[in-house]
């Protein structure tokens, strides 16, 4: 495998061999010194067509810890804006002798695109509504952590299923590990044959919680909406969004996750996500040694 452009394209085997090198790279991070020389000589660019606080910099404190160069591109402050296209910005980059490409793009494919017209590894760091792999990979890691295994878990996926890559990626990463998946949200932000992918579906928030060992939130994705939305932040917030009590309530563990960036009041509240159900940080801690992982095997794999 010479990309990570989808969790679709890839084996329980490889998620597997991700997670037991991301183990070791997470013991390294635990060390005074975080460095590992494995890297030294690749240079990686970090190529984001949209904005990104956490997979941005996941990205490249783990380049920086696996000792690559990195280099930072961000297309508004890029030539970009001044009618450049995808592929004449990305071997521009590659001219400078640049080894990998790290990709977040707004259109689904763009990465897949770019596989079949450039030399170099990508990894796509979220493409549209598509997938994001690595985000998928470090929740799926995070529930192992938690629980000790991925396999048998119920988890149910609750908000705009419709525009979220981090929904697509994170049903087939689970799928293949075991896990029973379910989706939750309003009937507008359901995509209408998400049932064919295997999924259980709830319309109703709490038959979810109650149903999971792990509810994975997501948030509405106003700018990928058009038209009106419905419903408004306010009604979903009413009938979707969850709050400590909810949590409480169902007198069972459960695990709470949200990929960020949380919108509080809307999808979840503070009580609730700064709760001791939520693994929140814990996955964003997890995402740098993912990353580490997916990087330094692509890398040894040429
Ligand atoms: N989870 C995630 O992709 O967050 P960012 O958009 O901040 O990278």
Redesign the pocket.
């Known amino acids: 495998v010479r990309h990570l452009l989808g969790i679709k394209d890839i084996t329980e085997q490889d998620i597997q061999l991700i997670f037991e090198t991301a183990d070791q790279f997470k013991e390294v991070l635990n060390r005074p010194i975080k460095k590992v020389p494995s890297l030294r000589d690749v240079t990686i660019a970090n190529v984001f067509f949209?904005?990104?606080?956490?997979?941005?910099?996941?990205f490249e404190l783990a380049e920086k810890r696996l000792s690559a160069d990195v280099i930072n591109f961000a297309a508004s402050s890029s030539s970009v804006k001044k009618g450049e296209t995808l592929l004449d910005t990305v071997n521009n980059i590659l001219a400078m002798k640049v080894d990998m490409i790290v990709m977040?793009h707004s259109s689904p494919g763009a990465p897949h695109f770019l596989s079949r017209k450039i030399n170099a590894n990508i990894v796509n760091?979220?493409d549209g509504t598509h997938e994001?792999p690595t985000?998928a990979l470090l929740d799926a890691f995070s529930i192992r952590e938690k629980l000790g295994q991925v396999t048998g878990k119920k988890v149910a996926i609750i908000g705009d299923i419709m525009h979220s890559r981090?929904a697509l990626s994170n049903i087939f990463a689970l799928q293949k590990l075991g896990a029973e998946v379910a989706v939750c949200g309003p009937p507008t932000l359901l995509p209408k044959h998400i049932g064919e992918l295997g999924v259980k579906i709830f319309w109703n928030v709490k038959e979810a919680l109650q149903w999971c060992d792990v509810a994975n939130v997501l948030r509405i994705q106003l700018e990928r909406q058009t038209g009106k939305l419905f419903p408004s932040l306010r009604e979903y917030a009413m009938y979707f969004g969850i709050n400590r009590r909810m949590l409480d309530e169902l007198n069972k563990e459960i695990v709470l996750m949200h990929?960020?960036?949380i919108n509080r009041g809307v999808e979840l509240t503070s009580d609730a996500a700064d709760s001791p159900h939520s693994i929140i940080l814990d996955q964003v801690e997890n995402?740098v040694a993912i990353r580490m992982a997916v990087l330094y095997l692509l890398a040894s794999r040429g």
């Not at 949209?50 to 996941?58: A, D, G």
């Open positions: 949209e904005n990104s606080t956490r997979t941005r910099l996941s977040r760091a979220g994001h985000q981090v990929p960020g960036p995402g």
